[in-house]
């Protein structure tokens, strides 16, 4: 049987951070992964979204400025796009495996099954670990309707070899959303179905409508309180049947949310403590199971469950197996972004969860120079101070609202006053040159 100092179960951006911790203080290391090597992220999740997205992008700066020194909008080569995606993706799981090797870390392929506290199976082999990581992420839901078999997931759209004409989306989420805005950009007729009035409810509602508009005003349809009861196929396409309503499409995706992957680890013969929601973890990102640690989208908690937020908890957790006394993990403000068109963006204290003594300033950045030299249809800010009028929290709405999220997290992070930023000299025209007039 063989024995290593530490095991990690999941090669994604969290396992993979905590395995490279590990083996640079000198533990002997394996990282066991069952699926695609690099996790989620680059195969099937931000990265290749981001590509294409990149399309999305360009043809938006052109069609903002049509008849503004542009006459013809181009359109997106969806076949071209896929191809340049798979050059990022295509790669992934192999280079990952060679740079697991370059680094002296064992790896293998299979399904790890706990068969006690110390000891995991994988391909029949029984492995025996002084600790281990649990890194194994989600996956798409898929809504349990008559039917459900034709739904398509996040990942089936990303690798879609061609794009169909009409496409649906099920759900009120950043996928939802994204993925809506990549869809109709490339030319399908797009229709999110959610089942309540209130979509993306982590951000603020008065933002969302303002996105919604926007979106409307491009052609994408929405249909609200829409509970989706059956799909049906009929020849080449599917009708979506609810009460009261039913929508024709070539294609639905389900994005109605995301689910952790732990069934085949069976936990409970290691003693680990789970809810519906993932793996339950102390403040030092220990399980039930003092020698079980777990990072990433695996677990049961509150913060987003975002790609540099897995990396912060793989390295923290690789710190920690070191040292005991290492203290309880400290969550900087984290931004969350939505990259629809236009994107929209929050960190910290936003509007509805502000205290009565804070103050929230709305700031309408449209005829700003920054935005206005590229003609963009809105761009909004709302931000919150406190007493000491220091800045706790952002929301923002415009095409490059994840650029600014950004430079607004450091300003919180770092308690920068007016003051402080007053200080320096930052290029002009930039996103950072309008930061001292955003702040008080």
């Not at 989420?173 to 869809?183: D, K, P």
Request: proline share 4%.
């Amino acid at each position: 049987m063989k024995k290593y100092d530490a095991v990690v179960i999941g090669s994604g951006v969290a396992g993979l951070s905590a395995a490279y911790g590990l083996r640079e203080a000198g533990k002997t290391v394996l990282v066991a992964e069952e699926d695609l090597w690099g996790g989620t992220c680059p195969n099937r999740g931000c990265d290749p979204k981001k590509v294409l997205l990149s399309g999305v992008e360009a043809r938006n700066r052109i069609k903002q400025l049509q008849n503004k020194g542009f006459d013809e909008l181009p359109t997106v080569n969806w076949e071209e796009l896929q191809a340049f995606k798979r050059t990022f993706t295509d790669p992934v799981p192999e280079d990952r495996k060679q740079q697991l090797s370059t680094a002296g870390i064992d790896h293998l392929t299979g399904t790890a099954r706990f068969l006690d506290e110390s000891t995991i199976e994988i391909n029949g082999e029984k492995i025996l670990a002084d600790q281990f990581v649990l890194a194994t992420g989600q996956r798409p839901t898929i809504l349990p309707v008559e039917g459900k078999e034709y739904l398509k997931t996040s990942a089936d759209f990303l690798s879609l070899s061609s794009l169909p004409k009409r496409i649906v989306f099920i759900g009120g989420g950043y996928i939802a959303f994204e993925l809506a805005t990549i869809a109709h950009a490339a030319g399908s007729e797009v229709t999110i179905v959610h089942h309540n009035q209130r979509p993306l409810k982590a951000f603020e509602e008065s933002m969302v409508q303002l996105l919604i508009d926007q979106m409307k005003k491009e052609g994408i349809t929405f249909a609200f309180d829409v509970n989706t009861q059956k799909i049906v196929q009929e020849g080449d396409s599917y009708r979506l049947i609810a009460e009261g309503t039913e929508i024709i499409a070539d294609a639905i995706f389900c994005s109605t949310g995301r689910q952790p992957n732990m069934e085949s680890l069976d936990l409970d013969k290691a003693k680990v403590e789970t809810d519906k929601h993932g793996i339950v973890v102390n403040d030092y990102l220990q399980t039930s199971n003092p020698a079980i640690f777990a990072c990433g989208d695996i677990l049961s908690k509150r913060r987003p469950k975002l790609t540099p937020v897995a990396t912060f908890e793989g390295n923290y957790v690789a710190q920690r197996m070191q040292d005991e006394t290492y203290p309880a993990i400290q969550y900087p403000v984290i931004p969350t972004i939505v990259y629809a068109s236009p994107k929209m963006a929050m960190v910290g204290i936003t509007k509805s969860n502000a205290a009565s003594s804070d103050q929230v300033v709305e700031v309408d950045m449209t005829n700003w120079f920054t935005y206005h030299r590229v003609n963009e249809p809105i761009a909004k800010a709302q931000l919150t101070f406190d007493q000491r009028d220091q800045l706790i929290g952002a929301s923002v709405l415009s095409e490059q609202a994840d650029e600014l999220i950004d430079d607004l997290t450091l300003l919180i992070n770092q308690k920068m006053m007016k003051k402080d930023l007053d200080r320096y000299i930052m290029g002009y025209p930039t996103l950072a040159s309008d930061l001292s007039y955003l702040l008080k």
